[in-house]
């Protein structure tokens, strides 16, 4: 959807497509018959669109301005391996994307510099996510005893720093823990904090996550979701 809900996009048989969400016209925005075009997403500010395309002849990373006519910009040449989905950061400047060797990359738009964030071992990276403030990425991956890892990669010059985040397993002489928090704003005052946690009863499945919620002064630990199943959280406006 676009910045401005005006108009959504989509890709079929191998073209994008924009449609409007009243009234207008489709527009057929790659208009290339000989190629297949998909993972697309309109940039944050409104004024680019990015999308994969096999028109060389291997999957490659593109973008063009919206509403133009102007042949849209190469931004990748390595095309080796099938490319997923593309994510603008909120700055409108950089691109993410995975591919099927479990890589994650970022590339600056204007330079065309590509950063390898992550190399997995095995499966596919489909989660990776931009902070706020276009700086940081974070994503995961499977190590060698199959337990996920999170990175968190700052976008720095001139060389980028990547912090790792390994999930613990029993016998482990340190236990990590990864909590979100989440603060509920009712009658402009912090009246509680949401967590996920698991464990915390007798008899429950170690194996999921469960959401709670405490006042802040820790009381009234109440849990939210008693049924068995991972729960995961978001923020929301």
């Known amino acids: 959807v676009s910045h401005d809900g005006k108009r959504a996009m989509f890709g079929a048989r191998g073209e994008i ?12 925005i790659t208009s290339t018959p000989n190629a297949n075009e998909k993972h697309s997403m309109f940039s944050p500010n409104g004024q680019w669109i990015a999308y994969v395309s096999d028109v060389s ?15 849209p910009t190469r931004l990748t040449s390595d095309g080796d391996r099938y490319k997923y989905q593309t994510l603008w950061s909120p700055d409108s400047k ?27 071992r095995r499966g596919d990276i489909r989660d990776y996510s931009w902070s706020p403030d276009s700086k940081r990425i974070a994503t ?30 029993p016998g482990d002489s340190v236990i990590p823990r990864f909590d979100l928090y989440v603060f509920d704003v009712t009658a402009r005052a912090l009246r509680y904090a949401y967590f996920t946690a698991r464990g915390r009863e ?3 499945d170690p194996y999921f996550r469960f959401l709670y919620r405490a006042r802040l002064d820790g009381s009234a630990i109440e849990l939210l979701t008693p049924e068995n199943g991972a729960t995961t959280e978001s923020p929301v406006a």
């Open 140 to 169: 995961r991956k499977w190590d060698q005893r199959n337990v996920r890892l999170m990175h968190l990669l700052e976008t720095k010059n001139p060389a980028p720093i990547i912090h790792s985040y390994r999930y613990g397993l």
């Open 94 to 120: 950089k691109l993410a994307w995975s591919d099927k060797s479990a890589r994650v990359f970022w590339i600056d738009v204007a330079t065309k510099n590509k950063t390898l964030i992550v190399q997995g």
């Open 17 to 28: 497509f924009t449609v409007p969400a009243k009234h207008g016209n489709t527009r057929n």
């Open 202 to 204: 007798a008899g429950r």
């Open 57 to 71: 002849g291997e999957d490659e990373l593109y973008f063009q301005k919206v509403n133009s006519t102007d042949a």
